[in-house]
């Protein structure tokens, strides 16, 4: 009795990987806070962001700070040489780039081989552009979405059209164009800017007073000082009149995440919130002024708080 055996070769292969063009033909284009289309060779990163999709966009429409933003972005291609295609401007670098394309503050460009085990299809992504072809020198960007801009399925194409309804959760959508902002204000974003991005402790730690000016980063942060080069607080002490002290001081405005704390003390060791009324106003400051008798003691401060 003969006795067939059959064997079965099974072959295991990977899905073939997805391709993702980004792509504003015949869609809204980019352009500066103004209204100005970007340059060609501006950066631009292509990614998504690792936080809970159900609260992603919100975070990501409060969050300024770049850092933070970096250390949850999940790139696509960032790093490659030659990201995206030969048509992005110089067809190199390591993120994709506005290459005016088919006019003025378009981009188009596709990246290919997305492996749906990096990036799952369906993922919501984000397009986040830059004025500056290095995004780390940039002072403006935007950051972008649309229900349409998902990841490829494996074997699939997608294409990212900014002719779809885009939402713009750090910029503006209007009149055609996708406006970005200046880079936000915050305690991380200013170090990063005079310091570079992953500069010491030593100088960028709020206390930290590298040109020993005695004033603190903190403070020469809310009071738009230059910590490059030794400045003076924003405080002032006079004598108006026979009998009193006034302590002036500037209270930043609009700033988010900073509180200044203005207070006194007739022995340096309680103090005391100061009573201050606002005498002037521009668009950085409020002038503060507090008086006291030259009768009693009298020692005035300020401190600056960060606040989530």
Not at 173 to 180: C, D, E, F, K, P
Request: glycine share 8%; charged share 15%.
């Amino acid at each position: 009795m003969k006795r067939l055996f059959l064997f079965f070769i099974l072959l295991a292969t990977s899905a073939s990987a997805g391709t993702l063009t980004l792509s504003s033909v015949g869609g809204s284009r980019f352009a500066t806070k103004t209204g100005a289309l970007i340059s060609t060779g501006c950066a631009v990163r292509l990614g998504t962001f690792e936080l809970p999709a159900a609260s992603r966009d919100a975070v990501l429409n409060s969050q300024g700070d770049y850092a933070w933003l970096k250390s949850v972005f999940k790139p696509l291609a960032e790093g490659l040489i030659g990201a995206g295609s030969a048509a992005q401007a110089s067809g190199s670098g390591s993120v994709l780039r506005a290459n005016g394309f088919p006019a003025a503050g378009d981009i188009f460009g596709s990246i290919s081989g997305i492996d749906p085990a990096y990036l799952s299809p369906d993922t919501q992504l984000y397009v986040w552009v830059f004025n500056h072809s290095n995004p780390d020198q940039a002072t403006q960007w935007g950051l972008f979405t649309a229900a349409e801009w998902t990841a490829p399925p494996a074997l699939g194409n997608r294409t990212l059209s900014t002719a779809a309804s885009v939402q713009a959760l750090q910029g503006t959508a209007t009149a055609g164009q996708l406006r970005l902002i200046d880079v936000p204000s915050t305690y991380g974003n200013w170090t990063w800017q005079n310091y570079s991005l992953g500069a010491p402790a030593n100088l960028t730690q709020a206390t930290a007073d590298p040109d020993g000016d005695g004033v603190a980063n903190l403070a020469e942060y809310a009071w738009k000082l230059n910590p490059a080069a030794r400045s003076s607080p924003r405080t002032e002490l006079t004598t108006p009149a026979a009998g009193t002290f006034t302590f002036r001081f500037k209270r930043p405005r609009n700033l988010p995440g900073v509180t200044l704390i203005a207070e006194c003390s007739t022995d340096l060791k309680t103090w005391q919130p100061a009573s201050a009324a606002v005498t002037a106003s521009d668009a950085d400051f409020d002038t503060l002024e507090s008086t006291a008798s030259t009768a009693t003691p009298c020692f005035w401060r300020v401190r600056f708080e960060t606040t989530p």
